[in-house]
């Protein structure tokens, strides 16, 4: 069965810093993984998707992520955070193999100090 | 166009009340999805709806959750007898085909507390 861990449950970053969310996954095939940002009482928005391709893929909001497959990671990238970028990510994992279901990790919530 | 909507956006309910969530998709999206995330456990698969086929149960947790989807459009999510341990954010999303290519869009939940 697959799996997504996030190993960091919060974060805290000042505006203009870089950011770095980590993620790792275990899935036995092709993995299509995607990153998800929930603001505070928002339903989840796609922020990136990764299919196959280009390992760097670019996403909304000035983020990237980059998949790892000999490290099973994805993790989630900004150059310089915005005060508005303070909300919960979520990464997840399917493929042809995991039927049409999404697993998510536990979340990273991120604070952005001024 | 629209996104994906839910009703209600909050509920509360008395512990052995039955409650409905309703979850209108995109229209032209195809597959339907609820998930519940609940302090603790994350974000978790419910359970799927690809047009006209048979549902993909797999991750409803017990005989007291079912759910519905008519026409192929609207869905109700039921909790029968519902328990404390139901409180969580009820999240449903859909997609234009229920492969994992496809972006899921999600709404923006229904708050169950369960008292």
């Known amino acids: 069965a697959q799996s997504v861990t996030q190993p960091d449950i919060h974060i805290t970053v000042s505006e203009g810093a870089s950011l770095e969310l980590r993620c790792n996954y275990s899935?036995?095939?092709?993995?299509?993984l995607f990153w998800y940002v929930q603001s505070p009482g928002q339903g989840l928005q796609l922020l990136l998707k990764?299919?196959?391709?280009?390992?760097l893929v670019q996403g909304i909001k000035g983020f990237e992520a980059e998949f790892k497959r000999s490290q099973s990671s994805f993790n989630l990238r900004k150059p310089s955070v915005h005060w508005s970028d303070a909300a919960e990510y979520f990464c997840?994992?399917?493929?042809?193999?995991?039927?049409?279901?999404?697993?998510f990790g536990g979340g990273t919530r991120l604070m952005v100090k001024p | 166009g629209a996104g994906v909507s839910q009703s209600p956006s909050n509920k509360v309910t008395e512990k052995g009340k039955d409650v409905e969530l309703r979850c209108d998709p995109i229209?032209?999206?195809?597959?339907l999805y609820w998930y519940r995330q609940s302090l603790g456990q994350g974000l978790e698969f419910l359970i799927y709806?690809?047009?006209?086929?048979?549902?993909?149960k797999s991750g409803l947790p017990s005989d007291r959750f079912s759910a519905e989807r008519t026409g192929g459009s609207v869905s109700t999510l039921t909790i029968q007898r519902t328990q404390q341990e139901d409180s969580a954010v009820y999240l449903c999303?859909?997609?234009?085909?229920?492969?994992?290519?496809?972006?899921?869009?999600f709404g923006p939940g229904t708050r169950l507390t369960v008292t």
């Open positions: 999303a859909s997609s234009l085909d229920g492969t994992s290519l496809y972006e899921q869009y």
């Open positions: 899935y036995g095939a092709t993995p299509y």
């Open positions: 990764y299919f196959s391709g280009d390992t």
């Open positions: 997840a994992v399917g493929g042809k193999d995991a039927g049409n279901m999404l697993t």
């Open positions: 229209s032209g999206h195809t597959a």
């Open positions: 709806f690809q047009g006209n086929s048979a549902p993909d």
